[in-house]
Nanobody, 115 residues
Framework: QVQLVESGGGLVLPGGSLRLCCAA?????????MSWYRQAPGKERELVATIPGSGSTVYADSVVGRFTISRDNAKNTVYLQMNSLKPEDTAVYYC?????????WGQGTQVTISS
């Protein structure tokens, strides 16, 4: 059974940085796309960044130039480097893997930007 486990969330000051990590446990193959989503209180879950097996990464307009998504295919792991964090980045961040025939979600990790 595949599980996605996120780590790296926390509380940081505005302008700070965090690096989120999502690792897959269990056998997982043919990952088509890895993504990060976030959901702030009272808001819909939104796509933050996605990285396909081939092709270009895609970012939400609000994070362009500040966030970088990357993946380690050998480890089935996806990362999200977040710089210049703002209070409006506060949310629960979820990783998402799309494979042939299935979609997997992590349990979420809280990111709080506050002074």
């Amino acid at each position: 059974q595949v599980q996605l486990v996120e780590s790296g969330g926390g509380l940081v000051l505005p302008g700070g940085s965090l690096r989120l990590c999502c690792a897959a446990s269990g056998s997982i193959y043919n990952i088509i796309r890895m993504s990060w989503y976030r959901q702030a209180p009272g808001k819909e879950r939104e796509l933050v960044a996605t990285i396909p097996g081939s092709g270009s990464t895609v970012y939400a307009d609000s994070v362009v130039g500040r966030f970088t998504i990357s993946r380690d295919n050998a480890k089935n792991t996806v990362y999200l480097q977040m710089n210049s964090l703002k209070p409006e980045d506060t949310a629960v961040y979820y990783c998402n893997y799309v494979v042939r025939g299935a979609i997997y979600w992590g349990q979420g990790t809280q990111v709080t930007i506050s002074s």
